[in-house]
């Protein structure tokens, strides 16, 4: 059985039980060691995420879901940030939809912020990104709107100023949904990318259910994105002056303004410069290979990753990045609509990746499920990348049918078991996963402190689910946090290798992934049984490399551009310590 | 390649036993009337036990002859316009079953078989809107009647009516629950909307009915598989190979399924033999393109994918393939050649209707 704290909510607790009921007799004999736990409401995650009216008959209603994942206070705990949509009727009737913050509390609690934090816009939100764009050593946060986005400057008092106007990065009149920071010309400022999905008209909506591109298997439904008009993405460059210019058009960023959902900043043949990947529905994705003298080159199509395997269009959705086999190389997944396989896109090493989703186990069992928010993440701390795939269809009115796809979907969870394999046991990690959701955006990170990986998700009309990591047989751990000095402040893009027991893992430093939403941005490395880290190598983006000798496991390193590790912080494992009731 | 989506089903006669089988199986039932019919004339009584054996020897011929004789003698008589319906229809000799059908529809109007085998005719002349318009007037006289259900749900079927067929097919289950071939229908006919769950419980009706019913473990993995799961999906095509070890469309659907699953050389094996026994079956030779590229063969994915190009011109996804197969083998300057073949065939594409890569109905 999978012990229960003493202090389990009593939600969590019904719910865990209910989890056992439902496992298939015969299945699963032993006791899964994986296992989650939803207690955002005892841990004080009040919030409720309006997206449009419950019938969804316009696309905007659908796509609502970021959440992020930062430690706005500097005090070494993750806070988080979750973004408000609206509805029709608020945006026109003028009543105020604000995005919400939580303080961590450290005990396990997290308590709303938002009243004095300054982050009162009003919109109809989507996405959000984290980062430090001034250097200052203080995360900004960058929030989506349906009619242009709100960049706001960390006060470094818990109180945020709305810096767009002076910016310039306002991505005005457009919708925008996922938004990333890297440093494309490795200038040592984080850059901002932003995906634009569908140039809407709130006074000239599409009629639901009316036309070619307002039907799901014959049944009326919301019109787009097919039959809409895209929305440019736009990448804003940071002039190192509190300001960007918008670079867009000079480095011919998506010119067919294609229906951008993710995004997603990586190094993916390790040339040192940055290179892009947006997940775009309905057309092809992109991947624009970074030239290191501040341009690109999109190459999607020849890398293999702008279309499926077999050369069609995917609803490309969310994205992540990871070396899920340990080879050395950033592989790629990208989550995809129903009827459609996930991708899980490996890097051959040669510019060009293999999509092995289905021979990884990690496509199939997609087939029916409508991706959204997707993360890579060590679960149970063996050193090789687990994956997290967010639910939910965008038609509630599938449900009417037997379609063997439905409107609420459950929540994957993938176990990477090496040599390039998962196995999908989310039925098989408590009742939290086991159960429906109509999810979107999904972060993970160690909420407490305590060498486990958590997830944060976004539920469309619903609070969010806040998933503890209570697995059992949880290996040794190091996490790292990066400061640059010649590199941006977060370090964004540093490569850092780590060995231990046998096995070298290598993860780039990035916040903003998956779905609308950015995660912790400190490298999470399971261990195992290693009880010694060999060797950690940094290849930051300036180009220098740190290298550190052995260290011990179970800790959190700080490690800093040029010094190494500055400040070693022993972590110690706080298995017991959930939220009151 | 335009493979099958997993809601993009075949049309029914591509897979399934002939029409032309199903409806001799529901015609030759129908004979045990004929048997019980009697004539005044011993002559006359005597041709139609003749035509009847004739026809359920399958010597169709020989029936017309006997039936023919029989009119001249009684051209009045019903069982003998049956009797030469049937036989014109089941010899194929359609022109000649339509007159004799036409005459006696109008004579005996309320014959409900005569309606029946009438439009039989009409939908194996291709004319299915007659066929439904004349088999819907027979239903109406034997609302009972599950044969004549399922041969208007086979009429839907030929020409993709999937929800009309579906209802049909319905009813002649709730008519005659122990016949596995509607269940099997039905199953298709939920496939094809979409409505997959209910189509996996109909194929396991079916083979609950029948285990080794033709195709009913393909149609049955094929539902599977439009669903992911391959492993499932693999042990029913397995099923299917061992009844009907060369069947070219169970061969490629296994190796379909093992391609995606990752079994590069089991897929080669059974693509290889899918494109032997149908060498213009276009799809296996993409599959096996892609199976052995991804096994490491990239010269002979390029063989397999330029088979599949020829026999799919304009379909723009084998040169996606073969560009990166050309690639792997180190020529650049085709690899190009074809990526620009392939975005131009994928702008001469109309844009699909509908949620992302959702199927277009």
């Known amino acids: 059985m999978v012990p229960i704290p003493q202090r389990m909510p009593a939600r969590a607790q019904s719910h865990h039980s209910a989890a056992q009921q439902a496992t298939p007799k015969g299945r699963n004999a032993a006791p899964s060691p994986i296992s989650f736990v939803d207690i955002a409401k005892p841990a004080g995650i009040n919030f409720h995420l309006t997206c449009g009216d419950p019938e969804k008959r316009y696309i905007m209603e659908s796509m609502c879901g970021g959440v992020a994942v930062l430690d706005y206070d500097n005090d070494g705990w993750m806070d988080i940030f979750l973004v408000d949509g609206s509805t029709l009727a608020d945006v026109q009737g003028g009543k105020c939809h604000t995005g919400k913050l939580y303080h961590n509390n450290h005990d396990g609690t997290f308590t709303d912020v938002t009243a004095k934090s300054g982050l009162s816009h009003c919109g109809w939100g989507f996405g959000v990104a984290v980062g430090?764009?001034?250097?200052?050593g203080w995360e900004d946060l960058y929030v989506t709107y349906l009619d242009g986005a709100v960049l706001y400057h960390n006060n470094h008092d818990g109180t945020f100023t709305d810096v767009t106007a002076k910016a310039g990065v306002g991505n005005l009149g457009r919708w925008g949904t996922s938004a990333a920071f890297g440093d494309y010309d490795n200038d040592g400022y984080l850059d901002l990318y932003v995906a634009n999905y569908v140039d809407l008209d709130l006074q000239h909506l599409p009629e639901f259910g009316q036309g070619p591109f307002c039907q799901y298997r014959q049944i009326p439904v919301s019109c787009g994105p097919r039959g809409l008009k895209g929305g440019r993405?736009?990448?804003?460059?940071?002039?190192?002056?509190?300001?960007?210019?918008?670079?867009?058009?000079?480095?011919?960023?998506?010119?067919?303004?294609?229906?951008?959902?993710?995004?997603?900043?990586?190094?993916?043949?390790?040339?040192?410069?940055?290179?892009?990947?947006?997940?775009?529905?309905?057309?092809?994705?992109?991947?624009?290979h970074g030239d290191c003298k501040g341009g690109f080159t999109e190459v999607g199509v020849n890398a293999g990753v702008a279309y499926s395997a077999d050369g069609r269009e995917q609803a490309g959705m969310g994205v992540d990045s990871s070396d899920y086999d340990n080879d050395g190389w950033p592989d790629i997944a990208k989550t995809n609509f129903s009827d459609d396989s996930n991708n899980l896109f490996h890097n051959d090493h040669n510019g060009e990746f293999t999509d092995m989703a289905g021979p990884a186990d990690f496509g199939p069992v997609s087939i029916p499920f409508l991706g959204f928010g997707v993360k890579f993440l060590d679960i149970?701390?063996?050193?090789?990348?687990?994956?997290?795939?967010?639910?939910?269809?965008?038609?509630?009115?599938?449900?009417?049918?037997?379609?063997?796809?439905?409107?609420?979907?459950?929540?994957?969870?993938?176990?990477?078991?090496?040599?390039?394999?998962?196995?999908?046991?989310?039925?098989?990690?408590?009742?939290a996963l086991a159960r429906r959701y109509v999810a979107r955006g999904a972060a993970a990170a160690d909420f407490f402190n305590d060498g486990r990986e958590n997830l944060l998700v976004s539920v469309l009309d619903e609070p969010p689910l806040l998933l503890r990591n209570q697995s059992r047989k949880q290996g040794h751990w190091l996490r790292i946090k990066t400061v640059g000095k010649r590199s941006?402040?977060?370090?964004?893009?540093?490569?850092?290798?780590?060995?231990?027991?046998?096995?070298?893992?290598?993860?780039?430093?990035?916040?903003?992934?998956?779905?609308?939403?950015?995660?912790?941005?400190?490298?999470?490395?399971?261990?195992?049984?290693?009880?010694?880290?060999?060797?950690?190598?940094?290849?930051?983006?300036?180009?220098?490399?740190?290298?550190?000798?052995?260290?011990?496991?179970?800790?959190?390193?700080?490690?800093?551009?040029?010094?190494?590790?500055?400040t070693p912080q022993l972590m110690a494992p706080r298995t017991g310590s959930l939220p009151p009731n | 390649m335009q493979r099958p989506r997993p809601s993009q089903h075949r049309p029914v006669s591509s897979v399934l036993p002939g029409l032309g089988a199903t409806s001799q199986l529901l015609l030759c039932l129908t004979l045990v009337v004929f048997a019980q019919s009697q004539s005044e004339n011993p002559r006359v009584t005597a041709l139609i036990r003749e035509g009847q054996s004739a026809i359920d020897a399958g010597d169709f011929s020989h029936a017309v002859q006997d039936f023919e004789d029989a009119r001249q003698l009684a051209p009045e008589n019903a069982d003998i316009n049956r009797g030469l319906v049937l036989s014109y229809l089941q010899a194929g000799r359609?022109?000649?079953?339509?007159?004799?059908?036409?005459?006696?529809?109008?004579?005996?109007?309320?014959?409900?078989?005569?309606?029946?085998?009438?439009?039989?005719?009409?939908?194996?002349?291709?004319?299915?809107?007659?066929?439904?318009?004349?088999?819907?007037?027979?239903?109406?006289?034997?609302?009972?009647?599950?044969?004549?259900?399922?041969?208007?749900?086979?009429?839907?079927?030929?020409?993709?009516?999937?929800?009309?067929?579906a209802d049909e097919l319905e009813r002649a289950i709730k008519t005659n629950p122990n016949a596995a071939l509607p269940h099997v229908l039905l199953g298709r006919a939920y496939q094809n909307?979409?409505?997959?769950?209910?189509?996996?419980?109909?194929?396991?009706?079916?083979?609950?009915?029948?285990?080794?019913?033709?195709?009913?473990?393909?149609?049955?993995?094929?539902?599977?598989?439009?669903?992911?799961?391959?492993?499932?999906?693999?042990?029913?095509?397995?099923?299917?190979?061992?009844?009907?070890?060369?069947?070219?469309?169970?061969?490629?659907?296994?190796?379909?399924?093992?391609?995606?699953?990752?079994?590069?050389?089991?897929?080669?094996?059974?693509?290889?033999?899918?494109?032997?026994?149908?060498?213009?079956?276009?799809?296996?030779?993409?599959?096996?393109?892609?199976?052995?590229?991804?096994?490491?063969?990239?010269?002979?994915?390029?063989?397999?994918?330029?088979?599949?190009?020829?026999?799919?011109?304009?379909?723009?996804?084998?040169?996606?393939q073969l560009a990166r197969a050309l690639e792997k083998t180190g020529d650049k300057e085709q690899s190009q050649d074809e990526f620009q073949i392939f975005a131009d065939l994928k702008k001469a594409q109309p844009a699909t209707g509908g949620m992302a890569t959702g199927p277009i109905q």
Request: charge should be negative.
């Open chain 1, 233 to 288: 993405d736009r990448l804003y460059h940071n002039n190192g002056d509190g300001t960007f210019t918008d670079v867009t058009e000079k480095l011919n960023i998506d010119p067919n303004s294609y229906y951008g959902l993710g995004v997603l900043w990586l190094d993916y043949d390790l040339d040192g410069c940055p290179d892009l990947y947006v997940a775009n529905d309905s057309t092809p994705s992109m991947l624009y």
């Open chain 1, 488 to 566: 941006n402040r977060d370090g964004f893009g540093a490569r850092v290798e780590v060995k231990a027991g046998g096995l070298t893992q290598i993860e780039e430093v990035r916040a903003n992934a998956g779905f609308e939403s950015a995660s912790d941005p400190r490298l999470h490395f399971g261990l195992g049984s290693a009880n010694l880290v060999d060797s950690i190598v940094v290849h930051w983006p300036s180009g220098a490399i740190d290298r550190v000798g052995q260290q011990r496991t179970d800790q959190q390193l700080v490690i800093e551009e040029g010094k190494g590790v500055v």
């Open chain 1, 380 to 431: 149970d701390n063996d050193g090789w990348k687990d994956l997290f795939v967010a639910n939910g269809h965008v038609n509630p009115q599938v449900d009417q049918y037997a379609f063997g796809v439905t409107y609420a979907e459950r929540p994957l969870l993938f176990r990477n078991f090496g040599k390039g394999k998962f196995e999908e046991v989310g039925l098989k990690a408590g009742s």
């Open chain 2, 94 to 165: 359609l022109a000649d079953a339509q007159k004799i059908a036409d005459f006696a529809v109008g004579r005996w109007p309320r014959d409900a078989r005569l309606q029946h085998w009438l439009g039989l005719v009409y939908f194996k002349e291709g004319q299915p809107q007659n066929a439904l318009q004349v088999l819907q007037r027979s239903e109406s006289l034997n609302p009972d009647g599950s044969d004549i259900h399922f041969d208007i749900a086979l009429v839907y079927l030929s020409v993709n009516q999937y929800p009309l067929a």
């Open chain 1, 132 to 136: 430090d764009y001034d250097n200052d």
């Open chain 2, 193 to 320: 909307t979409n409505r997959t769950i209910k189509a996996i419980e109909q194929f396991r009706a079916a083979l609950r009915l029948d285990a080794s019913i033709p195709l009913g473990h393909y149609h049955l993995g094929f539902a599977l598989a439009s669903l992911g799961r391959n492993q499932e999906a693999i042990a029913e095509y397995q099923k299917e190979i061992l009844r009907a070890p060369d069947n070219p469309s169970v061969l490629y659907q296994l190796g379909h399924c093992e391609l995606a699953t990752g079994e590069w050389k089991s897929a080669v094996t059974y693509l290889r033999n899918a494109t032997q026994l149908d060498p213009k079956n276009a799809d296996a030779d993409y599959d096996l393109g892609k199976a052995l590229l991804l096994d490491g063969d990239a010269k002979g994915a390029v063989i397999a994918l330029r088979q599949a190009a020829a026999l799919k011109p304009e379909s723009p996804d084998p040169h996606y």
